[in-house]
Every structure is written in structure tokens, then in C-alpha cells.
């Protein structure tokens, strides 16, 4: 049975990763990173997280990232052609609360159809400000003085304690600037706490916090807000939507097929094989031989192609035993409405209904 949460692992004590502990006053406050192996664990420490929803084929850790991921797929774009980027951290938590049930295909072609609605974005409403230079002395030293400014978002999730930090930063590789998302996760939130409160963190230490049913929404949340970002962040958001929609497509069709083929080996259980072989045609007669072999393999096969065709192939010989015309070995008309009424759901469960022209002795 499937577990009713997501696990995700925190580390304590990586403090140049994407994920770091960070101590800070209230919300208003900047926080600071926490030395969590010399400072003591306390209820005001958070995890800043700069989480990702994708990871790129070029990703010089590649390897080692897409391993941790629980769904290994590729994102392909609103056409559906595959782009050269992977589920991962946000898509991959995306993936698992509609594989859980907390949200239905429903809820994500509607957060798709929000998505695509949107045409303004977060990157061309604010930038970094720098003020004018003046003169400032330090000293014997003479500088110019600027101030620079970076916008700071803050996006509280309702009913929950989890924040959401958006701050705009100069490019590093480019010029311009660009929203970098932070979610916030309060340390007291882990399922650890109790043991790690007022304590230094250990060596590689690790926390754990629980995704459930109750406070899932922080993903579809964060996933719409990614969104708001910028155009780029839109079009990724999309890509990523469109792929958990083929997902579930893809998945619903294999149902679809398995539950095709358990239904094909149902009705083949009905069959009964002594029947058959007490025909005093058998076991002289091809036909009735290959009934009772390809019956046995259908009931033992894992084969999908092989049960399809095999199923098929057992109603028309079920089809000809009742045919005067044909092998016509069937006399008696209760049986052969039974094995017709058989050859019947074979043909349903495989290739159509076949509608056999029927002697009118045989429909008496």
C-alpha cells in the first residue's frame, strides 16, 4: 500500500548547498545562516531552500541528482516533444501528490489552463535599484557611496507556516536581473525536532519533513508562483503541467490495456476445457486441440501481445465449433449459445464484436 506522505529530506549541516539552516528574528527579518555544529538548534531556525522544478541534460551532476529524483521522466513541451530537461525537486513532489491522490488530473489541467492566463510577470515589474553615487570619506580615503536595493517578495502559504521569499538579483552570467525563489520551511516543522531542539547538529545530519494530504497545497502553490516569475519561468511551468498531464494519459491508457487483458483471461476461465475434449472430434481435430492449448497459455501468459492474439484466435475457433458451415461440432443449442456467448466477449475484449452470419437452424 501506498505510504499517505511524501518524505523530503533536509540536511543540517550543508551550508553552501541549496538547502541551509538560517536563523532570523520574525518575517521581516534577513536571515542569517546558522553554523548549526556550533550553535545550538532553536525554534526560531529555518531551512532556506532555493528549490528547482527541472533538471537540465547538461547539468554537470547530472548523475548523481537525477538519481534522487523519485520520478525519473523527461519534461516534454506543449506539443509534446521532449526538451532536453528531467522532473526534479518541485515537478518530482508535483508528480507524487497526483501518483497519491491528494490532487486529481482535474486539478492540474485547471492549474495549466490558470498558468497559460497569465501574461504579466514578476522580472519586468521590479528591479534592483542603485542609488545616485555621493561622496563618502573614510579616512584619508575618498569613495563614492551607492546604495544597491533588492526587492524582497515574501508569500505566506494560508493555514500553513511555510513561506515563500522572492528576491531580485543582478544576473551573474548576463546582464539584467532575475526573481530567485526561496522556500522557507520552519525547522520546528520536522518530524526530528524534538530531538534536535537546543542541540548542535551532528556530522551529515539529516531532517525530515512530511508532505500529507493537509498541507500539499504548497506545491501547486509554488508552482503557480514559479510561474509569475518570468516569461522563461511560464514557459518551463507549462512544459512541466503538459508532462504530468501526459503522464496520467500514458497511465490511464495502460490501465485501460491491463485491465483488457485481465478481462480476456476471465472470460477464458469460463471455458470449460472437459467440454471440450469430450467431443468425440477430439482429439483428431485441430481446432478443438488449439482451443484447449491456447486457452491454457492465455491463463498462463504475462505476454500482453501474446494474450490479445490468442484470445482472439480462441473466438473464431469458439465461433467455428457452432458453425454448421465450418467445423460445426456443437449439436446441442444450450451449448452452443454458451460458446457463443463466450466468442462473444472475446471478440469485445479484443478485435470488435464479430457479427457472424448464422445458419437459421443455429439461431433456432
Known amino acids: 500500500m501506498s505510504s499517505p506522505f511524501i518524505k523530503v529530506i533536509l540536511p543540517l549541516t550543508t551550508h ?45 551532476n547530472f548523475d548523481k541528482f537525477h538519481k534522487t529524483t523519485l520520478n525519473k521522466i523527461k519534461i516534454v513541451d506543449e506539443n509534446k516533444q521532449p526538451t532536453d530537461r528531467y522532473i526534479y525537486e518541485l515537478s518530482d513532489l508535483l508528480i507524487e501528490i497526483v501518483r497519491k491522490g491528494f490532487v486529481n488530473l482535474n486539478h492540474v489541467e485547471k492549474l495549466l489552463k490558470e498558468v497559460k492566463e497569465e501574461n504579466k510577470f514578476i522580472e519586468d515589474e521590479l528591479e534592483v535599484c542603485r542609488t545616485q553615487p555621493k ?9 563614492l557611496l551607492s546604495t544597491i536595493k533588492h526587492p524582497l517578495l515574501i508569500y505566506e502559504f494560508s493555514g500553513l507556516i ?48 512530511l508532505i500529507t494530504k493537509n498541507n500539499f497545497q504548497f506545491v501547486t502553490e509554488t508552482i503557480k508562483i514559479f510561474a509569475l516569475l518570468s516569461k522563461k519561468h511560464h514557459q518551463d511551468v507549462v512544459n512541466i503541467l503538459t508532462t504530468a498531464l501526459c503522464l496520467w494519459e500514458k497511465s490511464k491508457k495502460n490501465e485501460s490495456k491491463l485491465s483488457q487483458i485481465n478481462q480476456i483471461k476471465n472470460i477464458v476461465t469460463k471455458t470449460d476445457l472437459n ?65 457463443l456467448e463466450i466468442s462473444k466477449e472475446l471478440f469485445k475484449n479484443t478485435i470488435g464484436v464479430k457479427e457472424e452470419k448464422v445458419s437459421q437452424e443455429n439461431n433456432i
Open 16 to 60: 553552501s548547498s541549496k538547502i541551509r539552516v538560517k536563523k532570523r528574528k520574525d518575517i521581516f527579518y534577513q536571515g542569517v545562516p546558522l553554523a548549526t555544529r556550533q550553535e545550538k538548534i532553536t525554534n526560531d531556525c529555518y531551512f532556506e531552500w532555493q528549490i528547482s522544478y527541472d533538471l537540465k541534460e547538461t547539468n554537470r
Open 135 to 143: 561622496e563618502y570619506k573614510f579616512g584619508k580615503w575618498n569613495f
Open 162 to 209: 511555510l513561506k515563500i521569499e522572492i528576491i531580485i538579483k543582478e544576473k551573474q552570467k548576463a546582464t539584467g536581473s532575475q526573481p530567485m525563489l526561496y522556500l522557507c520551511i520552519p525547522i520546528k516543522l520536522v518530524e526530528e525536532y524534538k530531538e534536535i531542539e537546543s542541540k548542535l547538529a551532528e556530522t551529515k545530519q539529516k531532517a525530515t519533513y
Open 275 to 339: 467440454k471440450i475434449a469430450n467431443y468425440p472430434e477430439h482429439p483428431q481435430s485441430k481446432t478443438l486441440r488449439r482451443i484447449i492449448r491456447y486457452a491454457q497459455r492465455i491463463i498462463n501468459s504475462n505476454n500482453d501481445q501474446e494474450i490479445f492474439r490468442l484470445g482472439t484466435d480462441l473466438a473464431y475457433y469458439l465461433n467455428a465449433i457452432c458453425d454448421p458451415n465450418k467445423a460445426g461440432y456443437v449439436k446441442d443449442e444450450k451449448e452452443k449459445k454458451y460458446w
